[in-house]
């Protein structure tokens, strides 16, 4: 099973609105991502949990916030958010051991929609 | 220069004809490559990974990879309609994975 989740599928939000996006996983792996992709562009790394701890921040705008519950679960909360930051929020997740067998496993996305 | 490199296309296959999509990175220290299939609004799905120089097969897949060239290539035997897709070429190395920007194929029937 190569199953990650994420909840919501669409959200649409004012920019004074503050709302979560979650994403779970059941395979036991360790290391969990959050991307974003706007149309037609690759997906950009955003955040980085490896062993429920962060790893990675690519800069990201301190309206959008991780959290990692535990080694199943990765929030994202958004707070403030502008219109530009309208896109597909893909969670992944993978074994965690950086190593070069390392496979990212991608959830279905949550679109976002900031008015 | 882009850290992964991929031709945008669109490339258009015959049905049944043999599609290859390339991507050159500029890491020398990358140490594994992933080729994703993304249909339109949907998530990046995992096609095939390579670690090492040389082909691997899958079914119809072949990812080759050359790392003194610093380039990968997936080749799609048997082009069907449903292979029509984006598919991004990533690397993985510093602990990150990087995209290309995706190469838009189209197998026309």
């Known amino acids: 099973d190569t199953e990650v989740t994420q909840t919501p599928k669409h959200l649409v939000m004012g920019m004074t609105n503050k709302k979560s996006l979650k994403c779970e996983q059941h395979m036991g792996h360790r290391a969990m991502y959050w991307y974003k992709q706007k149309a037609k562009k690759p997906p950009e790394l955003m955040f980085v949990?490896?062993?429920?701890?962060?790893?990675i921040n690519e800069s990201v705008p301190s309206r959008f916030s991780p959290e990692c519950p535990n080694s199943s679960l990765l929030n994202l909360h958004l707070h403030a958010l502008q219109p530009e930051d309208s896109a597909l929020y893909l969670c992944a997740s993978s074994h965690g051991q950086v190593l070069n067998t390392d496979t990212q496993y991608f959830g279905p996305g949550t679109r976002l929609t900031v008015l | 220069q882009k850290e992964v490199e991929q031709n945008s296309g669109p490339l258009s296959v015959p049905e049944g004809a043999i599609a290859s999509l390339n991507c050159t990175y500029s890491d020398r220290g990358s140490q594994s490559f992933f080729w994703y299939r993304q249909y339109s609004g949907k998530s990046p799905e995992l096609i095939m990974f390579i670690y090492s120089n040389g082909d691997k097969e899958d079914g119809r897949f072949t990812a080759q990879l050359n790392k003194a060239s610093q380039y990968v290539s997936l080749l799609i035997r048997d082009s069907q309609p449903s292979d029509s897709a984006t598919y991004l070429c990533?690397?993985?190395?510093?602990?990150?994975?990087?995209f290309g920007t995706g190469t838009r194929l189209t197998i026309i029937p």
């Open positions: 990533a690397v993985f190395g510093n602990e990150k994975l990087t």
């Open positions: 949990y490896s062993y429920e701890k962060l790893s």
